[in-house]
T-cell receptor, first 116, second 111 residues
Framework: GAGVSQSPRYKVAKRGQDVALRCDPI?????LFWYQQALGQGPEFLTY????????KSGLPSDRFFAERPEGSVSTLKIQRTQQEDSAVYLC??????????????FGPGTRLLVL | AQSVTQLDSQVPVFEEAPVELRCNYS??????LFWYVQYPNQGLQLLLK??????LVKGINGFEAEFNKSQTSFHLRKPSVHISDTAEYFC?????????FGTGTRLTVIP
């Protein structure tokens, strides 16, 4: 595919359930980012990978959040024991070279998570 | 520390009228600035970015922004909006490993 894809697009979970959100970045992109976007807010950084290495996880809100990118391509964001405050849109982005600074980040459509 | 402030949460404007969406930044390092647009149920898309050089930056869909160092601003403008410009607009500044986004401005174009 030409762009970043995410699945599922929508997820409803009962409080306490575990969820896994998938991101397929643009082929060949080195950097991958996860953001959380609460309703009416801008995206907030969760974590960053350079290839398979997770170089920054400072934005993960608790130890219930875990992300991986084992082969340097597809990434999974896992949330254990979901809480209502986890309800948000989770955005994945990728860029062709190193993180931050001047490289354009290409965003997927997001996964909208609703925790009941 | 880097941050951006978008003062207007909602901006309604009539079709074919001009629009300005405001963004002010705070940065202790070299300034790079971005504007992204988010259409309903879609991911963010880059409109334009300022890296260096000319302070007037032209982007896609007829948008432009002007970097003003003395006023620490990077306002987004379009001389004539279309219905299709209805979306959420985010100003952003890069950190070490991520982008810091403003809270967004919802532009609603009224027919």
């Amino acid at each position: 595919g030409a762009g970043v894809s995410q699945s599922p697009r929508y997820k409803v979970a009962k409080r306490g359930q575990d969820v896994a959100l998938r991101c397929d970045p643009i082929s060949g992109h080195v950097s991958l980012f996860w953001y959380q976007q609460a309703l009416g807010q801008g995206p907030e950084f969760l974590t960053y990978f350079q290839n398979e290495a997770q170089l920054d996880k400072s934005g993960l809100p608790s130890d219930r959040f875990f992300a991986e990118r084992p082969e340097g391509s597809v990434s999974t964001l896992k949330i254990q024991r979901t809480q209502q405050e986890d309800s948000a849109v989770y955005l994945c982005a990728s860029s062709s070279t190193l993180a931050g600074l001047i490289e354009t980040q290409y965003f997927g459509p997001g996964t909208r998570l609703l925790v009941l | 520390a880097q941050s951006v402030t978008q003062l207007d949460s909602q901006v309604p404007v009539f079709e074919e009228a001009p629009v300005e969406l405001r963004c002010n930044y705070s940065s202790s390092v070299s300034v790079y600035l971005f504007w992204y647009v988010q259409y309903p149920n879609q991911g963010l898309q880059l409109l334009l970015k300022y890296l260096s050089g000319s302070t007037l930056v032209k982007g896609i869909n007829g948008f432009e922004a002007e970097f003003n160092k003395s006023q620490t601003s990077f306002h987004l403008r379009k001389p004539s909006v279309h219905i299709s410009d209805t979306a959420e607009y985010f100003c952003a500044v890069p950190g070490a490993n991520n982008l810091f986004f403003g809270t967004g401005t919802r532009l609603t174009v009224i027919p």
